[in-house]
């Protein structure tokens, strides 16, 4: 992430942030320190930790994580520099003169192991009942230290209740160690601020305001915490018990669909390096499981580009045409449910600008209960629908209670990435060896349009693939080369792109004459839109446009709660960092260049499914009653 | 409450000086003199870790920044420490002059005094001599009549926290945050108060720092030893017949000191409050000063019938409350060491589990993110090995509830 | 709370953030300010004061429960603390707070039923020289005895 020190992160939490020179190369650029009696040059101000990293040399580390901002507080990570009475954190010391580090002296190793006791001695649980078994980075420390028996004991009686108050993450405090990950994820990386450590001493622990349990605070459930967490202290709801049962339940029709994130990302928890897409292997593997159909997401995701997109130029046209003032501009895209949640609660005054349109998850689920429910002749009481998503807000979405517009819940279970890995490896397969197999009809396959809304920016260019044809009546690829559209891609924070329509406008569509009767109005236009990941990066923009600055003028912006978009969603697996991110996206992309049907208005399941079923069209009646949803304005405070 | 203006004697500290003196002289000398005139006194810090003031003053005044701070530490927390008390508020003179010398000298236009909750009940007398300072033109514009001298001081109090006299602990109070130090590099000196070049100081260095301008470094170097320069104001408490305040110059030995405040049997003398140490008896002829015990000067007397367990384990449940509990050695090592305290009371030990707690607390005091957690093993250790014979040996150990 | 009440302590949060600065910095003189006058600060002040620095509820919560003197749930009338620290141990404290916990029928860290005097522990006060002492709010008082110390809180309203 580009910006570590955020004004939110507390003083005592960073280093000291020595600015790295351009040219190290230069003199007084770099300066030459040993490290275990090698001489080695590193560029003035990096930490120790970076010197040791860059030069093939193990400090174990815990409250350091790549995304977040220095803390220093686990003390693990501790090595000598000459000349210092005490131990240094490797991870807070900027290298700002010629020092001499040992990392593996006797008075580190005992430190190290010192401090491992210490931990052991108060987390609470058996890895063996832990979902983080296997993928702890306590556990792993303390098997790195060949720690073999609790020199400070070990308690045994948790001393904390868990709070499993909301749809989509589990606190466990006595599984805590206090890196302040979580802490600083919440509060300086998403700007939400639930989780800050409360109390002093031996009492301090994380917590939320007043020790409300989550779901009475303003967590967006992002699950970011989630993820960067190094115990099992904090993990996401999982259902995937309740999906047994229904699958073993005959009288049960169990379909799944899956997002393209947890398909570019799953392949890591079956040990293969990051940037493996897994689609057509776990399609082989949920029939296995006993999955009764199993569906693409993207889908959806195109079906959504028709129904948002018309939704824009709706807005525009009442904007521009007729002149309505009332008319709430930019839009804002409204797939992910943490960036919902976060704009209800803090930026309650423009939940006009949300798109009403679903997110591709909640339209596949309202279409389950009727238009599926209808043509496989089965009764929509025994549907059962899941979702397998890189989100643990997926959860709380799809129990939001106004999701119900089939006439039953819509989307039953939401399922993270990890959660579907676990139930993949329970039914004894291991993912990898799977033959590929396609989705299923009705729906068969989607569009790489629906693909990309895995990475941020990725809905932004599926709108644009659409909406550029749609107008100008030209081929995308004449102005964005094999239709990569670049301005929108990258991890940068926030985006911004200006798009000419041109002079020349095409006819409209049939599917759209009913809406607007030329694009005479869109002559010489210029579509102003943005892509901004994480809510922190949201935030700016948000208060940019309160501002009435030159977010404010856009005409449609692209909002994700979490880092890199839903490749980076709490419930995709652990760990993660940018390289993993940058990986998965990768995937996505490549997938995306690979298929044949790359935009969302060439996918025929969609447009039949307007000929057949949703026959007023986008936006039309019975569109709205299905596809589109309202927002509550929510607003910070806490009752 | 306390009486009124005690005579004090006292060499330094406690001689004779009158309000706006040391700030007058500085119509006569520059910066370069003030500096030149502390590196001549050998002074250094007074709150306990002792580092050269005139080091702190010259990198604070030497940083390039639009603004920079003066930070009184008057959040005096150690147990048994007391004489910031009696320094503001029978000298507070002393206190102020001092800032107002180290905002001339480091080039600061706002001096913040931190001032503990517990001494709340100064405020309205400190907020007073401030106005007063205003009035007579020792305190805002053009101050003694130096040209473009621009110096205000502001008090704010603490809320009780004993970790916020830790440095950069206190800047992060004064933030408004919760009190935890700064991971050091890098320095206040740099980046103090909001992200600006402070010095943060104590009062009695500051009071020291009001003589040194008057009267001189070479005057304060006088007093003391070659490395110990100067006076040192001594808290005494516990058992004795004259607990207080006292100046005496470094250099002093345990006994001499005991004599003076009148203490008699005399088991043992913890030296630097609960953070520092415990001497036994043999130990008693041991000095005072940088080359022996250095100490923010906090004097505890344990007579013959103390039991030094229970004094023990009255300092680690002061640790395990006033930790900030952000790094592990502190937060979790304190309460293993408390938990082996209880565990002796009871005589439900190991020696083998004793002697790895000692261990532990060496490592806390290498590895603790700062000098809370790595001076608190401190009395652990020391009490432990001065008086092993009275608690694992004597039946106390074991038997220690009798 | 009435919207009255809620109101009125908007209206007098706001005076102490116009008098301290709606800064971060100012966040300790605030919460110092409703301490004094409530005796602890409401989740509603918490969220006041979060909205008018700008800053989380949950950081306001995090640095009150930081500090001994600040309070987040309802304290009496009077908070009185009694120093348990190693002087004011030795010399006395423990029949002190006998006798007080005694007078006033409730022990340390409880309020009596009137809601006169809260009764806490606090480690040292700075008085090693004048143990044991205790805070009456503010005010401090040292050389105590059982009858004293009994005497002092009886005369507090």
Redesign the interface.
């Known amino acids: 992430m580009e910006n570590k020190d955020t004004s939110r992160a507390p003083v005592s939490q960073k280093s000291h942030v020595v600015e790295k020179p351009e040219h190290p190369e230069y003199i007084g650029g770099s300066i030459s320190v040993e490290i275990n009696e090698k001489k080695v040059s590193v560029p003035l101000g990096t930490t120790i930790l970076e010197a040791c990293r860059e030069n093939k040399i193990h400090i174990p580390t815990l409250c350091h994580h790549d995304d977040l901002c220095v803390s220093g507080v686990c003390r693990i990570c501790l090595v000598e520099v000459e000349g210092m009475r005490t131990l240094q954190a490797s991870c807070a010391f900027p290298i700002t003169a010629p020092i001499k580090i040992k990392t593996t002296t006797q008075a580190v190793r005992k430190a190290r192991r010192h401090i491992i006791d210490l931990m052991l001695s108060e987390h609470c649980g058996e890895c063996y009942a832990c979902v983080r078994n296997n993928n702890c980075e306590l556990q792993s420390l303390a098997k790195e230290y060949g720690v073999d028996s609790f020199t400070f004991g070990h308690i045994s009686e948790p001393r904390y209740e868990i709070d499993n108050s909301s749809f989509s993450i589990i606190r466990n405090s006595d599984k805590c160690i206090l890196c302040k990950r979580c802490v600083r994820t919440c509060i300086d990386l998403q700007e939400v601020g639930v989780l800050e450590s409360v109390n002093r001493g031996d009492k301090t622990m994380i917590s939320t305001f007043m020790d409300k349990p989550l779901s009475d605070v303003i967590c967006i459930n992002c699950g970011q915490c989630i993820n960067r967490c190094p115990t099992g202290a904090l993990q996401a709801n999982d259902p995937s018990d309740q999906i047994w049962r229904d699958i073993e339940d005959p009288a049960k029709h169990v379909v799944i669909q899956t997002a393209p994130s947890p398909r570019a990302a799953i392949g890591e928890e079956f040990g293969l390096p990051a940037g493996h897409s897994m689609t057509k292997e776990l399609n082989t593997a949920l029939k296995r499981i006993g999955f009764d159909g199993v569906f693409d997401t993207n889908t959806t995701a195109d079906l959504t580009i028709f129904e948002e997109g018309t939704e824009l130029i709706l807005r525009l046209y009442k904007a521009l045409v007729e002149k309505d003032e009332s008319v709430a501009l930019p839009q804002f895209t409204s797939c992910s449910p943490g960036w919902v949640k976060y704009l209800e609660h803090f930026y309650p005054e423009y939940t006009d600008n949300l798109s009403t349109a679903k997110s591709p998850q909640q339209m596949f689920g309202a279409l389950f209960k009727t238009f599926y429910a209808d043509k496989i002749g089965v009764d929509p009481k025994d549907i059962v629908s899941v979702a397998v998503m890189p989100c643990s807000a997926k959860k709380f979405e799809c129990n939001r209670p106004e999701m119900d517009d089939s006439g039953w819940k819509d989307v039953d279970y939401g399922l993270t990435t990890r959660e579907m890995a676990k139930m993949i490896k329970e039914a004894g397969i291991h993912l990898p060896e799977m033959p590929p197999s396609n989705f299923d009809s009705p729906f068969g396959e989607a569009s790489g349009a629906g693909l990309i809304f895995g990475a941020t920016g990725g809905v932004m260019e599926a709108a644009i693939r659409s909406v550029v044809e749609f107008v100008t009546g030209n081929k995308i690829e004449d102005i964005f080369e094999k239709a990569n559209v670049i301005p929108v891609r990258g991890f940068e924070g926030i985006k911004y792109a200006e798009l000419p329509l041109g002079d020349v406008v095409g006819p409209v569509p049939g599917i759209l004459q009913k809406l607007v009767p030329n694009w005479d109005w869109l002559k010489g236009a210029t579509l102003k839109v943005a892509v901004v990941h994480g809510t922190a990066n949201a935030k700016k923009v948000m208060d940019d446009i309160k501002a009435g600055g030159k977010f404010s003028q856009c005409h449609f912006i692209e909002f994700m709660a979490c880092p890199g978009g839903c490749i980076g969603g709490g419930g995709q697996p652990i760990p993660t960092n940018e390289e993993i991110r940058m990986k998965r996206v990768e995937a996505i992309y490549a997938e995306d260049e690979s298929l044949e049907m790359r935009k969302a208005h060439d996918n025929p399941n969609v447009v039949r499914l307007y000929e057949e079923f949703l026959t007023d069209g986008p936006c039309g009646h019975l569109s709205h009653k299905l596809l589109h949803t309202e927002y509550t304005k929510r607003g910070k405070y806490i009752a | ?2 009486n009124k203006k005690i005579k004090r004697e006292g060499a330094v500290i406690f001689s004779e000086y009158k309000r706006g003196d040391s700030i007058n002289k500085l119509k006569e000398i520059s910066r370069d003199d003030v500096l030149f005139e502390l590196k001549e006194s050998g002074l250094k810090g007074r709150g306990g870790a002792g580092f050269p003031t005139s080091t702190k003053w010259m990198l604070t005044a030497a940083a390039k920044s639009d603004k920079k701070y003066i930070i009184c530490n008057a959040d ?7 004489k ?2 009696v320094l503001l508020t029978d000298y507070p003179e002393l206190v102020f002059d001092g800032m107002v010398v180290g905002g001339f000298t480091i080039g600061a236009k706002e001096g913040i005094v931190y001032l ?6 100064m ?1 309205a007398d400190l907020e007073l001599y401030l106005n007063n300072m205003r009035k007579d033109n020792l305190l805002g514009n053009n101050i003694a009549g130096i040209d473009g001298f621009n110096f205000d001081i502001r008090i ?7 970790v916020c006299g830790e440095e ?2 206190l ?13 050091r ?2 320095f206040p000196v ?2 103090g108060f ?2 600006h070049p402070t010095s943060v100081n104590n009062v009695e260095t500051l009071s020291a720092v009001t003589h040194i301008v008057l009267k001189g470094g070479s005057w304060f170097r006088q007093y003391g030893t070659n490395k110990s320069t100067g006076s040192k104001l001594f ?5 004795c017949e004259k ?3 006292y100046e005496l110059p470094w250099g002093t030995t345990i006994s001499e000191l005991l004599e003076k405040v009148e203490a008699k049997d005399t088991k043992a003398v ?1 030296v630097g409050g ?1 953070s520092g140490i415990c001497l036994n008896k043999e130990q008693f002829s041991r000095t005072l000063g940088y080359e022996d015990i250095a100490t923010g000067g906090s004097i ?1 007397v ?1 007579n013959k019938d ?1 039991d030094m367990i229970h ?1 023990l384990k ?2 680690m449940e ?12 502190c ?6 060491l408390l938990e082996g305290v209880e565990m002796i009371e009871k005589g439900e030990f190991t020696f083998r589990y004793i002697n ?1 707690l000692k ?2 607390g060496k ?1 806390m ?5 700062c000098g809370l957690g ?1 001076s608190s093993p401190n009395s652990f250790i020391s009490i432990l090995n001065n008086f092993s014979e009275e608690i694992f040996n004597q039946g106390n150990g074991g038997t220690n509830g009798k | 709370m009435l919207v009255a009440e809620k109101n009125s302590l908007t209206e007098e949060i706001e005076k102490m953030v116009e008098k301290h600065g709606a800064t971060r910095a100012a966040l300790m003189p605030v919460l110092q300010d409703i301490q004094r006058n409530h005796k602890y600060v409401s989740e509603f002040a918490q969220q006041e004061v979060a909205r008018l620095l700008n800053i989380h509820p949950v950081e306001v919560y995090s640095v009150i429960t930081f500090y001994s003197f600040l309070n987040s749930e309802p304290r009496g009338r009077n908070i009185v603390r009694l120093c348990q620290t190693i002087t004011c141990d030795l010399i006395g404290k423990e029949i002190v707070a006998k006798a007080i916990e005694r007078e006033l029928g409730v022990k340390f860290g409880e309020t009596t039923k009137d809601n006169r005097i809260t009764l806490e522990f606090a480690n040292c006060l700075g008085m090693c020289d004048q143990g044991p002492a205790m805070l009456v709010n503010d005010k401090v008082y040292t050389k105590l005895t059982p009858e004293k110390a009994v005497e002092i809180l009886n005369k507090v309203k």
């Open positions: 409450m306390e005096e927390g150690e147990p048994g420490t007391f910031d008390r503990r909750g517990e001494y709340e009940y405020l704010q109090l603490g809320s009780g926290a004993y950069t602990a800047i992060e109070s004064l933030e408004g945050h919760r009190g935890e130090a700064r991971n590099p890098p740099n980046t909001m992200g808290s005494v408490s516990g058992d607990p207080g305040v913890q609960a505890i344990f103390r004094v009255n300092f002061f640790f395990v409350e006033e930790s900030c509990g952000q790094c592990t050695p937060r979790i090592g304190n309460t293993k790895e261990e532990l490592t005091q290498v590895a603790s993110k790595q």
